[in-house]
């Protein structure tokens, strides 16, 4: 089996490519990224998904090698620190991915997504299935760029059904080094949070995310799955088990603290975050349970107390 | 100068006047005794069954001469400086031990029938001994503690002393809080009851040192100034201590080893406990119309009283509900301060005991911190409820739900097993109707899954009281979470007045209004759940909506304007009527708008008709 990756080097690449250098099946991993990662397995193509040629040579590397399954993970998720260029990336590169992907009649693509791409609305139900519309959050380029990636994906799939797609949704990523918003967020000593409310949230252990990433591979189901850890936490339980303390600010006060910080530059938080502070926003697991056959080994507390010991 | 102070302080005139009710309202176990039978048992009304008290009456006495002993053992270990003044609490109380003990033994076998029971009440006996001496000596060392922990950093002349006293005070209290604990439960396990005293004692003795020692303190301060001013006073007191020791056997050792303890300390340090004394004692035979505002001469007076003071310090402390003797402080704040704490510990153990008021205060703290978004909560479920806030506020609940709402249940066999939906009426300013349909059916309905409720937008998004009601398991009101919780075959209670509902002026209460756009119905249609109208009756009156003060700004429609912070306390009634019968209708004709609202109609009219019976009944709103 030959398995193509994409980001390599990225949140996800790290957490799978141990997986698949561990994986007897798996005979070549060809990596079509600007930096190489170690491995025996591993075939290195330098490629800029950002370049506008970059269609042509993921082209060639995946037919060259007769790609059995392609993982696009090239996805940001560390500080962004030039919004334009993250969206060049995901939202172009993700183009040219999808593009070179029909060409090459590729058997099966995964693609990662985030639950936070269902949005944190007032009108969500208890548990957010796949159907659920991806309604993204208006203040954050980090979402709706991953929102407008899934809708790319999905028309892709309609075009090539003979593509058997994946999207996995994740949860916010939590394990001992683990960079993203959340994982950021929760390490701080002290979180603020809005006063009066405490959405639900999850989390997902970076080694279940890994270990779903791998189920992917050979998964006899094609379409999105939730990618959640075991159970739920309050956001105020999920920062006192991360070994931080919540403090309640009231709404508007908050609000134009964030507004102003962010003008100045100085932003310490996303302002987006908000949202995700007031609403509940739980996906359903049951999908990627029952059709890939994922089941989450850590609970949302495991997965917050593997950040508190990093 | 000290005078005006004390004269003036409110805390302590409340504390006179309040002294009487207090000790009024609290012991059944004082009036039992013989010797206590005073014009102020005769205020209190017979609250138990007489058989009941006799049963209790028998305990106490025995347990606090085996108390005694097994005290006196304990004491005669650590060398502590609080030893003499212990003592002496002890001998105080023996006298009135013997009396009741002999005349008890007769009058058990009617209540408990055959040997083993016999046995049991003799074990149970030995365990409540054993288990007040545990309390004493934790007590002892929590207020030791405590008390060195207040002195720390404090110079005053006579450390030893202060340390002696304010223990002894802490202690005392501590136990006396034991001793009405275990009266209160006689029921429970030794095991349990063990450690409950304990766990009390050391938190009354801890939480008392502070106060005790300021007491103290405060006492040494005013009295200073005094003594200048009553130059008089010093021997006098001195005399009468004297021949208050030489009458009073029992205390001798105690007022001697005080003596000797206090040996190098100035000559006046024994009156203050000599006035303590006899201040106290006076306390006990005072009523509310003696007023303490005048400090010196009352002391005096006081000094005066020590034949009749005896009697009654003998009587309190066989009654052993007062405690031991240095817990009653000379009338100064310490009397008000305590007889505050013992009318709010009485009153919380007139319901569940001490340790269940205080798991309900810490589930109510839970519950605010829950509300305002602090909770850090572990337990909770993918709808959000907690299942360690329900636990630590069900004492709260129970107490709602019981004595102060005395819900009421008609027809709780109605409600099928498995999947079912249940249609009420939503009604009150704050819908506390959620929360006691789920108590409702979990109580008398247990072979029922957990039931849910369902509330609107409005209420479940609104900050702090939505959050709070999440945690105690209310569901947003959508769709897919109601086929949801259908599909675990939970009983799930709907409001479909919804919003409308919660609304509508006091004037309007109990008339229903519509019912949205039947979501109920088709639920039921494509489910196949049963629909069960549910009447409610009395959460209209708990809190009634008065008026609607605009709060946009807050980001809620309104906040409702109630006669109170707290509901009140109107009697619930809950009737639960026949399953609506759908006939058999196809799932498909949930897209039948025409039949969902026959059936919207049909199921409205259901509870409308079972709220005019329910009121019709009820001849009051809050009597029931």
Same mark, same amino acid.
């Given at each position: 089996?030959?398995?193509?990756?994409? &980001?390599?080097?990225?949140?996800? &690449?790290?957490?799978?490519?141990?997986?698949?250098?561990?994986?007897?099946?798996?005979?070549?991993?060809?990596?079509?990224?600007?930096?190489?990662?170690?491995?025996?397995?591993?075939?290195?193509?330098?490629?800029?998904?950002?370049?506008?040629?970059?269609?042509?040579?993921?082209?060639?590397?995946?037919?060259?090698?007769?790609?059995?399954?392609?993982?696009?993970?090239?996805?940001?998720?560390?500080?962004?620190?030039?919004?334009?260029?993250?969206?060049?990336?995901?939202?172009?590169?993700?183009?040219?991915?999808?593009?070179?992907?029909?060409?090459?009649?590729?058997?099966?693509?995964?693609?990662?997504?985030?639950?936070?791409?269902?949005?944190?609305?007032?009108?969500?139900?208890?548990?957010?299935?796949?159907?659920?519309?991806?309604?993204?959050?208006?203040?954050?380029?980090?979402?709706?760029?991953?929102?407008?990636?899934?809708?790319?994906?999905?028309?892709?799939?309609?075009?090539?059904?003979?593509?058997?797609?994946?999207?996995?949704?994740?949860?916010?990523?939590?394990?001992?080094?683990?960079?993203?918003?959340?994982?950021?967020?929760?390490?701080?000593?002290?979180?603020?949070?809005?006063?009066?409310?405490?959405?639900?949230?999850?989390?997902?252990?970076?080694?279940?995310?890994?270990?779903?990433?791998?189920?992917?591979?050979?998964?006899?189901?094609?379409?999105?799955?939730?990618?959640? &850890?075991?159970?739920?936490?309050?956001?105020?339980?999920?920062?006192?088990?991360?070994?931080?303390?919540?403090?309640?600010?009231?709404?508007?006060?908050?609000?134009?603290?964030?507004?102003?910080?962010?003008?100045?530059?100085?932003?310490?938080?996303?302002?987006?975050?908000?949202?995700?502070?007031?609403?509940?926003?739980?996906?359903?697991?049951?999908?990627?349970?029952?059709?890939? &056959?994922?089941?989450?080994?850590?609970?949302?507390?495991?997965?917050?107390?593997?950040?508190?010991?990093? | 100068?000290?005078?005006?102070?004390?004269?003036?302080?409110?805390?302590?005139?409340?504390?006179?006047?309040?002294?009487?009710?207090?000790?009024?309202?609290?012991?059944?176990?004082?009036?039992?005794?013989?010797?206590?039978?005073?014009?102020?048992?005769?205020?209190?009304?017979?609250?138990?069954?007489?058989?009941?008290?006799?049963?209790?009456?028998?305990?106490? $006495?025995?347990?606090?001469?085996?108390?005694?002993?097994?005290?006196?053992?304990?004491?005669?270990?650590?060398?502590?400086?609080?030893?003499?003044?212990?003592?002496?609490?002890?001998?105080?109380?023996?006298?009135?031990?013997?009396?009741?003990?002999?005349?008890?033994?007769?009058?058990?076998?009617?209540?408990?029938?055959?040997?083993?029971?016999?046995?049991?009440?003799?074990?149970?006996?030995?365990?409540?001994?054993?288990?007040?001496?545990?309390?004493?000596?934790?007590?002892?060392?929590?207020?030791?503690?405590?008390?060195?922990?207040?002195?720390?950093?404090?110079?005053?002349?006579?450390?030893?002393?202060?340390?002696?006293?304010?223990?002894?005070?802490?202690?005392?209290?501590?136990?006396?809080?034991?001793?009405?604990?275990?009266?209160?439960?006689?029921?429970?396990?030794?095991?349990?009851?063990?450690? +409950?005293?304990?766990?009390?004692?050391?938190?009354?003795?801890?939480?008392?040192?502070?106060?005790?020692?300021?007491? @103290?303190?405060?006492?040494?301060?005013?009295?200073? !100034?005094?003594?200048?001013?009553?130059?008089?006073?010093? !021997? +006098?007191?001195?005399?009468?201590?004297?021949?208050?020791?030489?009458?009073?056997?029992?205390?001798?050792?105690?007022?001697?080893?005080?003596?000797?303890?206090?040996?190098?300390?100035?000559?006046?340090?024994?009156?203050?406990?000599?006035?303590?004394?006899?201040?106290?004692?006076?306390?006990?035979?005072?009523?509310?119309?003696?007023?303490?505002?005048?400090?010196?001469?009352?002391?005096?007076?006081?000094?005066?009283?020590?034949?009749?003071?005896?009697?009654?310090?003998?009587?309190?402390?066989?009654?052993?509900?007062?405690?031991?003797?240095?817990?009653? !402080?000379?009338?100064?704040?310490?009397?008000?301060?305590?007889?505050?704490?013992?009318?709010?510990?009485?009153?919380?153990?007139?319901?569940?005991?001490?340790?269940?008021?205080?798991?309900?205060?810490?589930?109510?703290?839970?519950?605010?911190?829950?509300?305002?978004?602090?909770?850090?909560?572990?337990?909770?479920?993918?709808?959000?409820?907690?299942?360690?806030?329900?636990?630590?506020?069900?004492?709260?609940?129970?107490?709602?739900?019981?004595?102060?709402?005395?819900?009421?249940?008609?027809?709780?066999?109605?409600?099928?097993?498995?999947?079912?939906?249940?249609?009420?009426?939503?009604?009150?300013?704050?819908?506390?109707?959620?929360?006691?349909?789920?108590?409702?059916?979990?109580?008398? #309905? !247990?072979?029922?899954?957990?039931?849910?409720?369902?509330?609107?937008?409005?209420?479940?998004?609104?900050?702090?009281?939505?959050?709070?009601?999440? #945690?105690?398991?209310? @569901?947003?009101?959508?769709?897919?979470?109601?086929?949801?919780?259908?599909?675990?075959?939970?009983?799930?209670?709907?409001?479909?007045?919804?919003?409308?509902?919660?609304?509508?002026?006091?004037?309007?209460?109990?008339?229903?209004?519509?019912?949205?756009?039947?979501?109920?119905?088709?639920?039921?249609?494509?489910?196949?759940?049963?629909?069960?109208?549910?009447?409610?009756?009395?959460?209209?009156?708990?809190?009634? +909506?008065?008026?609607?003060?605009?709060?946009?700004?807050?980001?809620?429609?309104?906040?409702?304007?109630?006669?109170? $912070?707290?509901?009140?306390?109107?009697?619930?009634?809950?009737?639960?009527?026949?399953?609506?019968?759908?006939?058999?209708?196809?799932?498909?004709?949930?897209?039948?708008?025409?039949?969902?609202? #026959?059936?919207?109609?049909?199921?409205?009219?259901?509870?409308?008709?079972?709220?005019?019976?329910?009121?019709?009944?009820?001849?009051?709103?809050?009597?029931?």
């Amino acid at each position: 089996m030959r398995v193509a990756v994409t &980001g390599a080097s990225g949140e996800f &690449g790290k957490l799978l490519l141990p997986l698949l250098e561990r994986d007897p099946n798996v005979e070549r991993i060809v990596v079509l990224d600007v930096a190489k990662p170690a491995g025996d397995k591993v075939e290195f193509h330098r490629v800029d998904l950002t370049r506008h040629d970059a269609e042509g040579e993921l082209t060639d590397a995946l037919t060259e090698h007769a790609v059995d399954a392609l993982y696009h993970l090239a996805f940001l998720f560390g500080p962004i620190r030039s919004g334009s260029m993250a969206h060049e990336l995901e939202v172009v590169g993700t183009m040219n991915v999808l593009t070179a992907a029909g060409r090459a009649r590729l058997p099966r693509l995964v693609v990662p997504s985030l639950t936070a791409a269902y949005g944190a609305r007032g009108n969500n139900p208890a548990l957010l299935r796949e159907e659920a519309p991806l309604q993204g959050c208006p203040h954050s380029r980090f979402i709706n760029d991953k929102v407008e990636v899934e809708g790319q994906v999905m028309a892709f799939r309609e075009r090539h059904p003979d593509t058997r797609t994946l999207v996995l949704r994740f949860a916010p990523l939590l394990g001992s080094d683990v960079d993203n918003p959340v994982a950021r967020l929760l390490s701080r000593a002290v979180v603020p949070t809005l006063l009066g409310y405490d959405p639900l949230w999850q989390a997902l252990h970076a080694e279940d995310a890994a270990r779903a990433l791998h189920l992917a591979l050979r998964a006899n189901a094609s379409g999105a799955f939730n990618i959640v &850890g075991r159970g739920v936490l309050p956001l105020s339980g999920l920062i006192r088990q991360a070994g931080a303390r919540p403090l309640p600010l009231p709404g508007p006060m908050f609000r134009a603290a964030l507004h102003a910080l962010d003008m100045a530059g100085a932003a310490t938080l996303p302002v987006a975050l908000l949202d995700y502070m007031h609403y509940s926003w739980v996906a359903d697991g049951e999908r990627a349970e029952s059709a890939l &056959g994922f089941v989450p080994v850590h609970h949302v507390r495991d997965a917050a107390a593997a950040l508190r010991r990093s | 100068m000290a005078k005006g102070v004390l004269g003036n302080d409110p805390f302590q005139r409340g504390a006179a006047s309040r002294q009487p009710e207090a000790t009024d309202a609290r012991k059944p176990a004082e009036e039992k005794k013989p010797a206590a039978k005073k014009a102020k048992a005769s205020g209190k009304p017979p609250k138990q069954a007489a058989a009941a008290k006799a049963t209790k009456s028998r305990q106490p $006495p025995a347990a606090s001469a085996k108390k005694a002993s097994a005290k006196a053992r304990e004491k005669a270990a650590p060398p502590v400086a609080p030893e003499p003044i212990a003592d002496e609490a002890m001998p105080l109380r023996e006298p009135a031990a013997p009396v009741t003990p002999r005349t008890t033994p007769p009058a058990r076998p009617p209540v408990m029938a055959d040997d083993a029971a016999q046995r049991t009440a003799e074990n149970r006996r030995v365990d409540r001994a054993l288990t007040e001496a545990l309390a004493a000596e934790v007590a002892e060392a929590a207020a030791a503690a405590a008390v060195d922990e207040a002195l720390q950093g404090r110079e005053e002349a006579n450390q030893d002393v202060d340390r002696v006293l304010a223990t002894e005070l802490a202690a005392g209290m501590a136990e006396a809080a034991v001793r009405e604990v275990l009266d209160q439960d006689s029921g429970t396990s030794p095991h349990r009851a063990r450690e +409950l005293a304990a766990t009390v004692a050391a938190q009354v003795a801890g939480a008392a040192g502070g106060p005790a020692v300021d007491e @103290v303190l405060e006492q040494h301060a005013s009295r200073g !100034p005094l003594e200048r001013g009553a130059d008089s006073r010093a !021997p +006098l007191s001195s005399d009468e201590y004297e021949g208050h020791l030489e009458d009073e056997d029992d205390e001798d050792a105690w007022g001697h080893d005080a003596w000797g303890l206090n040996a190098d300390a100035d000559d006046e340090e024994p009156l203050p406990t000599s006035e303590e004394v006899a201040a106290m004692e006076q306390e006990l035979e005072l009523t509310a119309s003696v007023t303490r505002d005048e400090f010196p001469p009352q002391r005096r007076s006081s000094l005066s009283l020590v034949p009749p003071v005896e009697g009654a310090q003998a009587e309190s402390f066989s009654a052993g509900e007062f405690g031991t003797e240095p817990e009653r !402080p000379p009338p100064s704040r310490a009397g008000g301060m305590f007889a505050l704490a013992r009318e709010i510990a009485g009153q919380a153990l007139a319901s569940e005991g001490l340790g269940r008021a205080m798991g309900a205060m810490q589930g109510l703290v839970e519950a605010v911190r829950t509300g305002l978004g602090a909770s850090g909560g572990t337990r909770v479920d993918e709808y959000g409820k907690d299942a360690a806030l329900v636990e630590n506020l069900q004492p709260v609940l129970d107490f709602l739900y019981g004595p102060y709402w005395r819900v009421s249940v008609q027809g709780a066999e109605m409600v099928p097993s498995g999947a079912a939906i249940l249609v009420a009426n939503h009604s009150g300013a704050l819908p506390y109707d959620g929360l006691v349909m789920a108590q409702a059916i979990t109580r008398e #309905r !247990p072979d029922l899954r957990e039931p849910r409720w369902l509330v609107e937008d409005q209420v479940f998004h609104a900050p702090v009281l939505g959050t709070l009601f999440n #945690r105690l398991g209310a @569901v947003r009101a959508c769709p897919e979470n109601a086929l949801r919780l259908l599909d675990e075959q939970r009983p799930v209670v709907v409001f479909p007045e919804g919003y409308q509902g919660l609304s509508k002026p006091f004037a309007e209460r109990y008339r229903l209004k519509r019912f949205g756009r039947g979501g109920f119905v088709k639920l039921a249609l494509r489910t196949g759940a049963p629909i069960v109208p549910v009447a409610i009756v009395g959460a209209e009156e708990t809190s009634p +909506l008065l008026g609607r003060i605009p709060a946009s700004f807050l980001g809620l429609p309104y906040l409702p304007l109630m006669p109170g $912070p707290l509901p009140l306390p109107a009697k619930w009634s809950i009737r639960f009527g026949e399953p609506i019968d759908l006939g058999d209708l196809a799932p498909e004709s949930a897209e039948d708008l025409g039949e969902v609202q #026959r059936l919207t109609e049909r199921t409205r009219e259901s509870i409308q008709g079972m709220i005019q019976a329910l009121l019709r009944e009820r001849r009051s709103v809050f009597a029931g």
